[in-house]
């Protein structure tokens, strides 16, 4: 329950003492203030503190905010340019350091002060009764393109607000083009999102299909904050807060932003986040391998919590890509790397600048090995050559791309197979302009802008694999699972295939439980069914027995390309809900989607 600040209900009772006849006849009415948030811009004799923003609202008669240590609120009365409190100030009585507490106590002084305020542009001021300027203000972005949140608390659906279970992290990152993403205590997620003002509207919620079974209880937590998303309807952002809220007005989602450290923490100043890493930067180092001389990391992490990564195998002639989402986890003083993978990398903080790798469980690694990343304090963003998914617009002679997994949009070059890319968007497009979903093998290299000095991060298409009209990033931000899915075809020797009328879809089921790996598959006629062998991305399907059906044409031919596919399968490819089955030489013999039935 609410409890008077300290000191205020006494300084305030003098201010109103000494000056009743100023406000007696002042009356909560309409004016410009109405509806406006403010964030401290200047208070004489006290340097604001960015890590610890002080705020002011006006809604209806009442001001609240924060003093940059707590929250508060007041009844104001105001006519013309008058201003004045009219009843007593409560609020939060948090403990915080020196610093935060003289700035918070001088903020209180100057608005139990105000006699009249002066808004003009993007400033507003509060004078005294002299007329001196005792606070001023800059008004306060709603924005949330380009912001990242750690969620505090979250409405549990029994009409509950609850704090986030110890040993999760809950995130949230608005990127441009209104993608929402970040981690959902056990797997990540994504959604679209439109704001304008303080309405959001939060689109239905995809992610990795992981489970969990700690901290206890992460599971339910997870549906009930993705559950809260979907039910926000309005925004407040106040200083380094976010409130989302339902339609009825029901508190559905709080979160600070991300670097913010809560505001009794103790940390008065510096760049330091509340991860402790200095970012943007570059992590670089060379960690030991079991059968090479060892694994040399470039690691690139963005506050935004982007990250991108390459290893190579030195000796081995061997070299993998990737990103996604980090984020971190304060309690354990770790950060994770997840990239759609069923397993994300962990790396324990040891400073601003060093990372160590933890094991697969995200435990330390007891060895007095190298297992360590430096960096420099710089970002020198490494080159991707890897497997892509996203969604393509390409208008008025210009591509882009929007990478699923971090929402980054990139412009695409024409260049490489980009042709094929070109093509396969005018046919399959379900409007000008309208975004498609497609796969790619591609690289993300810097290259000149069109317009302007300078370059910037660009697609580059190696090689194009296909067009989903039906799918979107929402539903695909994950790599579903080889085994135990159940895997559509959609092409066989570059032919597309479809299922026959009155006959069952044609499809591939490879099963593993860790004992017996078998497959069973079908173009609608026999059904096939053999062994299968992995050894990392390398796959060897051993030949099918089969039922015993004639074939009527065209399903005969079929049933053999088939055969020929399952037979030539020495590689395989996932990306988002696609498979590729590909033969030693890395031409495409199935092309195939993942169906949850």
């Not at 060897?540 to 005969?556: K, Q």
């Amino acid at each position: 329950m609410p409890m008077p600040m300290m000191s205020l209900p006494l300084i305030l009772g003098l201010a109103l003492a000494g000056s009743a006849h100023a406000g007696q006849d002042l009356a909560p009415r309409a004016t410009a203030l109405n509806g406006t948030a403010w964030t401290l811009a200047s208070l004489p004799g006290h340097a604001p503190l960015p890590e610890h923003p002080a705020t002011l609202r006006f809604d209806a008669g009442r001001l609240s905010g924060s003093d940059g240590c707590n929250r508060f609120t007041a009844p104001y009365a105001a006519e013309g340019d008058r201003i004045m409190l009219t009843g007593p100030m409560v609020g939060t009585r948090m403990a915080c350091p020196e610093p935060v507490t003289k700035l918070a106590q001088a903020f209180a002084d100057a608005l139990v002060a105000a006699r009249t305020f002066r808004a003009a542009g993007e400033k507003l001021e509060l004078l005294d009764a002299s007329g001196t300027p005792r606070v001023s203000f800059t008004p306060q972005s709603q924005a949330l393109a380009g912001t990242t949140w750690n969620v505090t608390g979250y409405n549990n659906g029994r009409q509950a607000v609850v704090s986030v279970l110890e040993g999760s992290t809950l995130t949230l990152a608005f990127a441009d083009g209104g993608r929402l993403s970040g981690a959902a205590g056990c797997n990540r997620y994504l959604a679209s999102y439109s704001a304008e003002g303080e309405r959001i509207t939060v689109g239905a919620v995809g992610g990795t299909r992981r489970a969990c079974d700690q901290p206890e209880g992460v599971m339910a937590q997870e549906a009930a904050f993705l559950a809260a998303l979907e039910r926000a309807a309005t925004l407040r952002v106040e200083g380094n807060r976010l409130e989302l809220r339902a339609t009825d007005g029901a508190l559905q989602v709080t979160a600070t932003r991300a670097g913010d450290a809560p505001a009794g923490a103790g940390r008065t100043g510096g760049a330091a986040a509340a991860h402790a890493l200095r970012l943007p930067a570059t992590f670089r180092g060379d960690l030991p391998c079991a059968d090479c001389e060892s694994i040399r990391h470039h690691l690139d992490l963005w506050p935004d919590g982007v990250f991108h990564l390459r290893r190579e195998w030195r000796g081995r002639e061997l070299q993998h890509d990737a990103l996604g989402r980090w984020h971190a986890e304060p309690a354990r003083r770790a950060i994770r790397l997840q990239d759609g993978g069923e397993t994300p990398l962990q790396f324990e903080i040891k400073g601003p600048d060093r990372l160590r790798l933890l094991d697969r469980h995200g435990q330390p690694i007891a060895s007095p090995l190298p297992y360590e990343l430096a960096s420099d304090g710089s970002l020198t963003p490494t080159e991707l050559s890897l497997p892509l998914a996203g969604e393509m617009v390409y208008f008025a002679d210009a591509a882009r791309f929007t990478e699923c997994l971090t929402g980054r949009n990139y412009p695409m070059a024409m260049e490489g197979a980009f042709l094929d890319a070109e093509r396969a968007y005018l046919a399959a497009r379900s409007a000008p302009a309208a975004p498609l979903y497609v796969t790619l093998e591609g690289a993300i290299v810097p290259r000149p802008k069109r317009e302007g000095e300078g370059r910037q991060p660009t697609v580059v298409v190696n090689r194009f694999i296909a067009a989903w009209p039906n799918e979107r990033c929402e539903r695909a931000m994950a790599d579903a699972s080889l085994v135990n899915t159940y895997w559509r075809i959609v092409r066989l020797a570059g032919e597309p295939v479809a299922a026959a009328e009155g006959r069952r879809e044609p499809h591939l089921i490879l099963r593993g439980d860790g004992k017996q790996q078998a497959y069973t598959a079908t173009v609608g006629c026999n059904r096939l069914a053999g062994s299968f062998a992995l050894d990392g991305e390398l796959i060897g399907i051993a030949p099918a027995a089969a039922t015993r059906m004639a074939c009527p044409a065209p399903l005969d031919a079929l049933e053999a390309k088939l055969r020929d596919a399952l037979d030539r399968a020495a590689r395989w490819q996932i990306l988002g809900n696609t498979l590729e089955l590909l033969d030693a030489a890395g031409t495409r013999a199935m092309l195939l989607e993942a169906v949850y039935l």
